[in-house]
């Protein structure tokens, strides 16, 4: 059962993607929760959410192209 190295560099790439968004997507949602007077505060509350949502979306991606890459589908 060999590994397929292409797949599992792609799943890191996708790991890697998704490793800031976690940090960066409960920032923003913090601070959109902090600035409620501010007119943008839904926009930046939006921004948040799908920067958190993207950072689920690849983390699963990269995972699911890991597996791939083990175990040869």
């Known amino acids: 059962m060999a590994t397929n190295k292409e797949l599992l560099t ?4 996708y790991l890697a ?4 968004l976690l940090f960066i997507g409960p920032a923003i949602i913090y601070n ?14 939006a921004v948040g959410i799908i ?14 192209t890991m597996v791939k890459g083990l175990f040869n589908d």
């Open 51 to 64: 920067a958190c949502i993207g950072a689920v979306y690849f983390m699963f991606k990269g995972l699911q």
């Open 10 to 13: 792609q799943g890191i790439k």
């Open 32 to 45: 959109a929760f902090i600035n409620k007077e501010n007119g943008w505060h839904y926009l930046v509350l």
């Open 17 to 20: 993607f998704a490793l800031p």
